[in-house]
């Protein structure tokens, strides 16, 4: 599996099918990168983008939980 399928799968168990819009979403506006562009490198400043939106959708436990998680890919 790609990083951006493990990222995605990730996110969509919080977000449900809107997962998928959200990666590719904090990809574009904060990392200016395609998201099949995505690398290891990128994880921990994309966990951090993931915790701040996703605290918009989820509850704080929640978005810090999803974001630990993708910075552990």
């Known amino acids: 599996m790609s990083l951006y399928h493990d990222i995605t799968a ?5 977000l449900g099918p809107e997962g998928e819009h959200f990666v590719s979403r904090q990809c ?21 983008w993931m915790e701040l939106g996703g605290m918009r959708l989820l509850d ?11 910075a552990r890919l």
């Open 28 to 48: 574009a506006v904060y990392l200016n990168i395609q998201p099949h562009g995505l690398t290891r490198r990128h994880l921990p400043e994309l966990a951090r």
């Open 10 to 14: 990730v996110s969509e168990s919080y």
């Open 60 to 70: 704080t436990v929640k978005a810090k939980e999803m974001a630990a998680k993708i």
